[in-house]
């Protein structure tokens, strides 16, 4: 099957432009994608998506329940810093791996349609977006028990949740195409996703001094999980944490746009 045609400018700002354009006024297209993937992930089950959040909860209670003899924070804060922390790593590190396979996982719709690119990242980026919302009811529910009282500064969570969006949507235009040229980039990104995990302050608390708190540092995910992590926990905001997250934002976009743009043309020759 020859690959459908997008334009005949490959790497134009307007044809890119143009793809992102169409997409955003087919919201019904991609919306409805996402609906059926998680149908299909779920299909003939009894609870059906429920089981997103019966497993997410069950498996932070089971940390926290072992984990939690080792930390010298009280039972509360520790289960609150591990389940909005595995929360946060849980959507990240599923939207990077889903942002690699975007492509791969549409390759009928890409051979056999038009339809603009854009609309197969959103799908992803919808997808996992919807598994979120439901991570983050279990979110919401541990922290009934906060150990400290309820400020203004939780409402700094909304912006961060509004960066881990940005975040999102270019991991899929900057990931997809690239792991569709080198198939092998896939399995490294999953491979360093599970490394990244034991180096994460999600299971330990970092401190201020030593090795872990030097690792929490240079890691990015630790100012990603701030963000969200410490207006809602600890009533603090994070600003240097916040430096790092829209700096990797802002290089993000700039070469997600670029790597999207330059390859637009050849990801159906590549699939």
């Known amino acids: 099957m020859n690959p459908p045609l997008r334009g005949k400018t490959p790497s134009s700002p307007q044809a890119t432009l143009r793809d992102w354009s169409q997409a955003l006024r087919s919201p019904a297209l991609w919306m409805n ?3 059926e993937d998680l149908r299909d992930r779920y299909r003939r089950t009894v609870l059906g998506v429920a089981w997103i959040a019966i497993s997410f909860a069950l498996f932070v209670g089971v940390k926290v329940l072992v984990f939690g003899q080792m930390s010298a ?21 599923s939207m990077v791996t889903d942002a ?19 609309v197969y990242l959103l799908q992803a ?8 919302a439901l991570v983050m009811l279990v979110m919401a529910i541990a922290l009934l028990w906060k150990p400290t009282p309820w400020t203004p500064t939780a409402l700094f969570a ?20 690239l792991c569709v040229r080198y198939h ?27 090795m872990l708190a030097e690792l929490a540092r240079i890691n990015p995910m630790t100012h990603y999980l701030a963000i969200l992590r410490d207006p809602l926990l600890y009533n603090t905001v994070s600003f240097a944490s916040w430096e790092v997250v829209l700096a990797i934002n802002a290089a993000g976009l700039l070469f997600g746009s670029l790597v999207y743009a330059s390859t637009r043309q050849k990801v159906a020759f590549w699939i």
């Open 100 to 118: 690699c396979g975007a492509y791969l996982h549409s390759r009928a719709w890409i051979l056999g349609t038009a339809v603009p690119y854009p």
């Open 33 to 35: 994608l996402a609906l």
């Open 125 to 132: 980026t919808l997808r996992n977006w919807m598994v979120f």
């Open 73 to 93: 924070a009280s039972t509360r804060e520790f289960a609150i810093f591990v389940t909005i922390g595995f929360g946060a790593w849980s959507f990240i590190s």
């Open 184 to 210: 092998d980039l896939l399995h490294a990104v999953q491979t360093s996703m599970r490394l990244m995990f034991f180096i994460t302050p999600i299971l330990w608390m970092p401190g201020t001094n030593g």
């Open 158 to 177: 909304l912006p961060a949740l509004l960066a881990y969006f940005v975040t999102s949507v270019w991991l899929s235009a900057l990931l997809a195409p």
